[in-house]
């Protein structure tokens, strides 16, 4: 986005957010894999990877403003009690007004972010997916609880070091095989994770069971 003062006007201070999708689901990666979760997916993107799963959010312009309510409602009506905010890239937008009315209903708030914008509303986890092309602030590595590195080749391996000597002692440490390279660079996470057992991989086990 280009014109982020615009389209601040246009959400109301959060209370209308470029929705792209939300969805019932299981959570398919990382330190809560196989948890069902409300997935709320907001368009725009500030970091833009190559080999992104998730292109079609990049403009937030294609996705009308929805006001949280609406999201709530939806959210609240359903058996799930975590909710994950990702995107694109969440952390674009105030999220206090979406994440004030989730936790009313008492639902646990997830929120997976690249960490290239202040945080914002009361969060309880925080997955920060860290991109070289755009690394994340040190505010947001203090505050990750999980730290995901997506690698795509052996190179990246230095990425998830350098990142992991940022975050706090209880943070959680993966490593995420890009998808469209897992044959091949599986093998040499599983054993770089034997070598160093500070590290867990995390598999996109979502792709395997064919669900969103």
């Keep these: 986005m280009t014109d982020h003062t615009h389209m601040d006007d246009l959400l109301d201070g959060g209370r209308l957010l470029p929705l792209v999708e939300d969805f019932y689901t299981i959570q398919g990666e990382g330190y809560h894999a196989g948890k069902p979760a409300y997935f709320i997916r907001l368009g725009g993107c500030d970091v833009g990877c190559r080999w992104c799963d998730a292109r079609f959010t990049w403009n937030a312009r294609l996705y009308p403003p929805t006001p949280v309510t609406e999201i709530v ?61 755009q690394p994340p602030l040190t505010e947001v590595l203090l505050r990750a609880d999980e730290l995901k590195v997506i690698i795509e080749t052996e190179k990246d391996l230095q990425w998830a070091e350098e990142n992991a000597t940022q975050v706090s002692t209880h943070c959680r440490l993966y490593l995420q095989p890009e998808w469209s390279r897992y044959q091949e660079i599986t093998p040499v996470l599983v054993e770089y994770a034997k070598a160093d057992p500070r590290w867990n991989i995390s598999i996109q086990t979502h792709k395997f069971m064919h669900i969103p």
Excluded: H
Aim: proline content about 10%; some cysteine.
């Design 73 to 133: 409602e939806r959210a609240a009506a359903l058996p799930a009690q975590a909710i994950v905010i990702t995107g694109g890239e969440p952390t674009l937008y105030p999220l206090e007004p979406l994440t004030s009315a989730l936790k009313a209903r008492g639902l646990e708030i997830f929120i997976e972010t690249s960490g290239t914008n202040p945080l914002s509303g009361t969060i309880d986890w925080v997955c920060l997916s860290p991109k070289r092309q």
